[in-house]
């Protein structure tokens, strides 16, 4: 599978972005897709994860309330809207894979996207 995320950029705090993920090279339905972000010298974080079905989506604390995940099985795609954008947010985020149920560990996923950079002005 390969994944390929984009849609980042530079915004002001306050703003919105909204985050894609596109899958090809195979079974899109057979994954639960998860978003992870990364700052400069910081660990790569959990950010939201979505269900095979799209039936479930689990977010973490720091985003909850702010960003939203979704998926379009018809354009093997999943997005992460962001909404109310805060500084702390700048990082380099990456979609993923998962054979599991809303995983949060990293290294519960398989095949990553090569990141797309979203920066945050105050």
């Known amino acids: 599978v390969q994944l390929q995320a984009f849609g980042g950029g530079l915004v002001q705090a306050g703003g919105s972005l909204r985050l894609s993920c596109a899958a090809s090279g195979g079974t899109f339905s057979a994954y639960a897709i998860g978003w992870f972000r990364q700052a400069p010298g910081k660990e790569r974080e959990f950010v939201a994860v979505i269900s095979k079905c799209a039936g479930r989506t689990f977010l973490a604390d720091s985003v909850r309330g702010r960003f939203t995940i979704s998926r379009d099985s018809a354009k093997n795609t999943v997005y992460l809207q962001m909404n109310s954008l805060k500084p702390e947010d700048t990082a380099v985020y990456y979609c993923?894979?998962?054979?599991?149920?809303?995983?949060?560990?990293?290294?519960?996923?398989?095949?990553w996207g090569q990141g797309t950079l979203v920066t945050v002005s105050s």
């Open positions: 993923a894979t998962s054979s599991g149920y809303l995983p949060k560990v990293r290294a519960e996923y398989t095949y």
